[in-house]
């Protein structure tokens, strides 16, 4: 199995006319992921890489049972598109879009929590289920083979480009993923590292969780809590880049926009800290990932389903 | 994000209604004149950070040789890095108490939030620890206004009454509106004063706008600092040459930050990718001589432009180039860029040391590319630690 996506998701990308959604579509199909529909307003009745256009995501909803949707538009039409995805009864968003203004922000994820409706992002690379080959976002462009392979770990990364590299890591250990999620670079997103490992927790196929974090936030302490209250019990491998912002003046940022330190909210150090008080295997060097994979599933080499 | 200087935000806020003291902005101690003394003044330094009044930066005069002398001394002052070239002058109200207001988003729970208190001049992170029955925090709905009722409550809870309630609660609605007006990610007033004749008022406010929200504002241009959470100063001209380049095309990012001395050229993405070669780098003991993300495919000439800065930082010895295995950056449009820029700087890479760590959509030809060039170049063969560790063991030839 997976978490969120599998062989049951019928996708649908609004915004599937713009030039960042086409190359996204034909690398999404030339990989065997099947698009259902398109949503762009007035755009409907016309083809995109043989997946019909819809002017309303309702209409796309009605005609083929869609219950997914990528969302690939501009940062100031990013907040109406989440609302009319959640207004048709989609409960799974994956929002690619970067730059979309705070305030914005704000309301899709409420609008989200109010109807129980997941939204992975906004700006992020999007996730992936090799074993069934499907994807959601720019992830894995190309060639998703190249770091995405099927296996037992679960991927969990703050970055997009770091999604692919730690899902790479894995491999070069010996293994594959069940699924490799990018959460996202803001501050403000819908899905976060606690919620996933929960999700994770209760796949039969994931044995281990491989995450990559960054400074800013609060969402490795909140996965350090999730464990300590025993919400998951599997191997946690994280990794925490970014310590030098430590010595740097407070409130810099460097990389993704969520990743400020404020007092002591943010802190790598810290992060560190309460995941290895909660149990998690915290390596200080990225390519530690490959040994520490190695020995908490070291038994398992050789029968990797 | 973009920080708003503190005429700018007292003039939004009195156009909206928020009664803020009388102010005037000069450059030079000789443009003080009676005119501004009907009344004893505050000077405060104009520059775009907080916590002003321990650094010094905020000074009062009851007189027009005194405000000037003032002047003087806070026009020589660097504050938190920023050199302070204009000073914001000020009649001094006739304060009773200062209060504390601010709207901001919670980011746990991801709404708005109102934190309020009637205890002045204390650090609110304290308060909030120490006597959190003397502040009020008060998370709003999306998609609402703050509603009279809910303004007034939180100044009631907080022991407010009488007509200061009612001037307290009108201007919490003012302010939470500006701040959904402007798209606002802090709108704070420390202090809020109440003054002897019981007006409540502005003394003193911090607003920073959203700058991915700037499309929607256009009435803000040259108002706000866009970016200033990238920098802990101004920014310095090879950093403000690098936003022109990268403003140039609107095809992929490349940010660039200086940091102080530094040997290693660093140009590296995406957003964590860079932060884990920087990291590596420190851990070998290495200096990089600046902090460059790019990465969303850039075109060649970005690249280029990006690379030739990097480079003509004095003192920088050797170029570190990598990125986690990419989605989408295409590494020959990379390879080329980075090949144009150092032929065209004349650096030859067998004295000057590169090491390339790129792979990705295009690596084969984005490899033919650099190892023509005669830099070093590693693809999936090492992971970016290992590739760092390269680039340290090379600089050894020449630092």
């Known amino acids: 199995m997976s978490i969120l996506i599998n062989q049951n998701t019928r996708l649908a990308v609004q915004g599937i006319t713009g030039r960042e959604a086409s190359m996204i579509v034909s690398h999404t199909l030339a990989y065997g992921t099947n698009i259902f529909a398109g949503i762009t307003p007035g755009k409907g009745g016309q083809h995109v890489q043989g997946v019909p256009v819809y002017d309303t995501v309702a ?117 594959g993923v069940t699924t490799s999620i990018g959460i996202g670079g803001d501050s403000l997103i819908g ?88 149990g998690a295997h915290v390596v200080e060097k990225y390519d530690d990932i490959i040994s520490a994979l190695q020995t908490v599933l070291g038994a398992k080499v050789g029968e990797v389903k | 994000m973009g920080r708003m200087l503190e005429n700018v935000s007292k003039t939004i806020l009195k156009e909206h209604g928020v009664p803020v003291p009388g102010h005037a902005v000069i450059s030079g101690s000789e443009e003080i004149t009676e005119q501004h003394l009907t009344k004893p003044c505050v000077l405060k330094a104009l520059v775009p950070v907080g916590k002003r009044g321990k650094a010094g930066a905020i000074k009062f005069a009851d ?45 746990q729970k991801q709404v708005p939030v109102v934190i309020a208190t009637t205890e002045g001049g204390v650090e609110v992170e304290d308060l909030v ?56 990610y802090i709108l704070e007033i420390n202090p809020l004063v109440l003054t002897r004749d019981d007006e409540v008022m502005a003394a003193a406010s911090v607003m920073g706008v959203d700058d991915s929200a700037l499309y929607r504002h256009p009435e803000l241009e040259g108002k706000v600092e866009s970016g200033s959470e ?63 993300e790019t990465g969303g495919n850039p075109p060649e000439e970005k690249v280029t432009g990006l690379t030739k800065g990097i480079l003509s930082k004095e003192g920088v010895k050797g170029l570190f180039v990598a990125h986690n295995i990419t989605n989408n950056t295409q590494i020959d449009v990379f390879a080329r860029g980075i090949v144009k820029a150092i032929e065209e700087l004349g650096v030859d890479p067998a004295e000057f040391p590169i090491v390339v760590r790129e792979a990705g959509v295009n690596d084969e030809e984005g490899k033919r590319i650099f190892l023509e060039a005669g830099i070093t170049y590693f693809g999936e063969d090492l992971t970016i630690e290992e590739a760092a560790a390269e680039m340290v063991k090379k600089m050894r030839g020449v630092s």
Not at chain 1, 144 to 150: D, S, W
Not at chain 1, 252 to 262: C, D, L, P, R
Not at chain 2, 75 to 86: A, C, S
């Open chain 2, 230 to 292: 990238r920098s802990w100063r101004p920014l310095t001209q090879l950093e403000k040459d690098m936003v022109k380049v990268n403003d140039a095309d609107y095809r992929g990012t490349a940010r660039y930050t200086e940091m102080d001395g530094g040997e290693i050229g660093f140009m590296c993405g995406g957003g964590g990718g860079s932060l884990l070669s920087f990291d590596a780098l420190i851990n070998l003991g290495a200096s990089p001589a600046n902090y460059t």
């Open chain 1, 191 to 278: 899905t976060k590292i606690k919620d996933l490992l929960v999700l994770f927790e209760k796949d039969n196929e994931t044995e281990a969780v491989v995450t990559f974090s960054e400074p800013g936030t609060s969402f490795e302490e909140d996965a350090a809590q999730l464990l300590k209250e025993g919400g998951f019990t599997k191997p946690l491998i994280s990794f925490v880049a970014g310590k030098f912002t430590e010595s740097m003046p407070e409130g810099t940022v460097f990389g993704h926009a969520g990743a400020m330190i404020s007092g002591n909210t943010g802190r790598p150090s810290l992060k560190m800290k309460a995941l290895k008080d909660s």
């Open chain 2, 129 to 184: 620890k120490d006597s959190p029955e003397k502040i009020v925090i008060y998370h709003v709905e999306p998609f609402a206004e703050l509603q009279p009722y809910q303004s007034k409550e939180i100044w009631s809870r907080l022991g407010v009454t009488g007509k200061p309630l009612v001037k307290a609660a009108a201007i919490l609605c003012k302010l939470y509106n500006i701040f959904l007006r402007y798209d606002c």
């Open chain 2, 63 to 107: 007189t027009v040789e005194e405000a000037r002398y003032k002047a003087d001394e806070i026009l020589g002052m660097t504050v938190r890095n920023f050199p302070v070239d204009k000073v914001l002058l000020e009649e001094k109200i006739d304060i009773d108490e200062e209060w504390y207001v601010s709207i901001t988003i919670d980011p």
């Open chain 1, 59 to 175: 209409e796309a909803v009605k005609k083929h049972d869609i219950n997914a949707s990528l969302i690939v538009v501009p940062p100031a039409f990013a907040l109406d598109a989440v609302l009319e995805a959640i207004s048709s009864g989609i409960k799974l968003i994956v929002v690619t879009t970067e730059n979309i203004p705070q305030h914005d922000a704000v309301k899709l994820l409420y609008a989200a929590r109010k109807k129980n409706v997941t939204i992975i992002g906004p700006n992020t690379v999007g996730m992936i289920n090799p074993k069934d080959r499907i994807k959601m976002g720019s992830i894995g462009g190309d060639r998703p083979e190249r770091c995405f392979v099927p296996g037992n770990v679960g991927v969990i990364s703050r970055s997009g480009g770091m999604t692919a590299e730690t899902s790479w890591m894995v491999k070069r250990a010996g293994f």
